[in-house]
């Protein structure tokens, strides 16, 4: 039977059982929107900005494991979804986006809103397609999912042109995947996991280092049995929060730049760290030559161009991080590690990240640090938290004690400032019976605020939160420790009242400027049915601390004023 | 270091532009690429050369692997395979400089392709290095045009 390309597109997001779609109409792709009022099984979110279409779609997927599908139009549509790609493709994130392309007749002739999207979109995509013949695309439907969920997730994108949309074939969506040029890397060998407990055995000091690897694919039992079965204490990348209870005994915390001072002094005295579905990113590492110069490394990753190439692995596994646990969960046994682990448990009570409940506070002082403290406190950790980026992404990584896999969604390689709002956004979709939380600084809140619009227009129990100090600390951070403080660009001299925007959108907003008022409106934003504001007010010059300078040894480490 | 790599890929749009883009978006040199369909209909063989160190080589051969229209990515070695580059040369020529011209041309086992009162374009089929060498040469003369194909290279 003849059916409309809008039609072949509608039928594999159901087969996908895709639910929602994040979207943004125009020109060229009203004929796919108008398929959607055919077909109320699958919500088309309306955003404000295809930027936020993508972290939308981004959050949902972070949550949910599924790939999340992004619609935007030909030209500029399709150029700002750009930035919510590549956050997606840096940490490795599934993702559909299909733009409308202007009808192939036109193609490379600078018609309206025309833009060669498949070379912009090129160098952040896994991989990308443009559809010129509609015979093709009912199998590029299905490879493109295929794609963005399978091996190390990633985006997917497809350019259809408009005439194409509205075209009529006969052929169907193939029933099989046939990619010759795609192989997944095979099941980890009995050989290799003998070979890896044995290295292991062999370990007086064994690290785990856990990333987002596995909280992508869902390894976080998996690595507690393992940790617990072998008495190793692991320490997790800022992806990789969640994946072991930050409660935990044998939780370090996030390592790296702005990680605990624990983790990363047992960096510096292990002898045998175990990478799990992580990458050796440069805010983890600092001087990469001094990094783990004194141990072993085994390092799993299903992407083999990951293994060696920032630091070389005694033994690279290529493969599923859960898979891999799983099979060596079966070998391992207990080990002696007692004295290690009494080790790291001395440093840790030696040198623990400042406690600010108990910390004496001006009237008027109020420290981030406190106000995520009881965030975790007062939700149980029993919530989802979204960050964007800078020093309260980096407040959040410490102080809040997060529980579970897939409740902390951040940019973590691209570092995208606006990912906070729109991400909360696609969560909220997903997380059912918990609270999703968005923080963002002053600055970066103003990158996506017209998502206000979309979280009114959907209600969604949404719990935003502005930490206002006026400034872009993280990198007034940087000036003030590293550029003799020069403030250049970083002071936001002229903000909007954010009580009155979020009322002026229709969301009840407070604004918090005293230390005793906090856990009472924390209380009362969780008993809110539909969105709310909370603005704290923070003093100018708080800094993240503890803090490696960056590119430098771990031994330089600062731990901050009072600690 | 001077790198072959050949590359058995689908023959489909965007295959090259990943390719040539990896290279790029780091910095990387391509000295040459020379591409065409391969042994079975419907995929193409790419020979590229490259230069640099076994670290960042071991990397770019797993970087090309995972685009998704690549199926094979081959680094090879110098003893174990074959290579051949196609090089097109016009250059000036008089009746003073011809019978030198001719003489060295014949030393590189180059065919004639055209041949006029002012100049003479040859056809020399060799390694990289011979046809660099020639080229070389060929400079004391002042070279017109000059066109390479890259080098194609197989198992032996």
Known sequence: MEKKGTEIILQALKEEGVKY????????????????????EIEMIRVRHEQAAAHAADGYARVSGRAAVVIATSGPGATNTITG?????????????????????????????????????????????????????????KEAFYIAQTGRPGPVLIDIPVDIQTQTTDVNIPATIDIPGYVLPEKVSAEELHQVWDMI????????????????????????????????????????????????????????????????????????????????????????????????????????????????ANIGIIGDVKDFLIGLNKLAGPLETELWVEEVK???????????????????????????????????SDAVVVTDVGQHQMFVALYFKFKKARSHLSSGGLGTMGYSLPAAIGAAYWVKNRRVIS?????????????????????????????????????????DFFWNSRHSGTILDVNPDFVKVAEAYGIPGFRIGKKKEVPELIRKALKTKGPILLEFVLDKDAHV???????????????GAGQ | MKYVISILMDDKSGALARITE??????????????????????????????????????????????????????????ESVSLELMLIKVKMNSENRAQIIQLANAYEASIIEMNGKSASFRVVGSASLLDGMTAVFREFKIIELSRTGEAAIHK
């Open chain 1, 201 to 312: 055995q062999h370990a007086s000091r064994p690290v785990i280092y856990a990333g987002g690897g596995v909280n992508l694919t869902n390894a976080g039992a998996e690595l507690l049995e393992f940790a617990e079965k072998c008495n190793i204490p692991v320490t997790t990348t800022l992806l990789g929060l969640g994946c072991i209870p930050e409660d935990h005994e044998l939780a370090l915390g996030m390592l790296g730049m702005h990680g605990q001072y624990t983790a990363n002094i047992a960096m510096t005295r292990t002898d045998l760290v175990i990478v799990l579905g992580a990458r050796f990113d440069d805010r983890v590492t600092g001087k990469v030559e001094t990094f783990l110069a004194q141990s072993k490394i085994i390092h799993v990753d299903i992407d083999p161009s990951v293994i060696n190439k920032i630091k070389e």
């Open chain 1, 346 to 380: 001395k440093t840790q009570k030696e040198h623990p990240l400042k406690n600010y409940d108990k910390e004496p506070m001006a009237e008027n002082e109020l420290r981030p640090e406190y106000i995520i403290g009881q965030f975790s406190k007062i939700t149980k």
């Open chain 1, 545 to 559: 601390y503890p803090m490696i300078p960056p590119g430098d040894e771990i031994k330089n480490i600062i731990e």
């Open chain 1, 439 to 479: 923080i963002s600084g002053d600055g970066g809140f103003q990158m996506n605020i017209q998502e206000l619009a979309t979280i009114r227009n959907y209600n969604l129990p949404i719990i935003i939160v502005v930490f206002n100090n006026g400034n872009l600390g993280m990198v007034k951070q940087w000036q």
């Open chain 1, 85 to 141: 790609i590549a956050t997606a493709a840096l940490d490795s994130i599934p993702m559909v986006i299909i733009t409308g392309q202007v009808r192939r007749k036109v193609i490379g002739t600078n018609a309206f809103q025309e833009i060669n999207v498949l070379g912009i979109s090129r160098p952040v995509t896994k991989h990308n397609y443009l559809v010129k013949n509609i015979a093709n695309l009912p199998r590029i439907l």
């Open chain 1, 21 to 40: 779609v994040f979207g943004y109409p125009g020109g060229c792709v009203i004929p796919l929107f108008d398929e959607f009022l055919n077909h109320p």
């Open chain 2, 22 to 79: 990896l290279f790029t978006s780091r910095g990387y040199n391509v000295d040459s690429i020379c591409s065409g369909e391969a042994e079975n209909i419907g995929t193409h063989r790419l020979t590229l050369v490259t230069d640099g160190d076994d670290q960042r080589i071991n990397h770019i051969l797993k970087l090309l692997k995972n685009i998704v229209y690549i199926f094979e990515v081959t680094l090879l070695k110098p003893d």
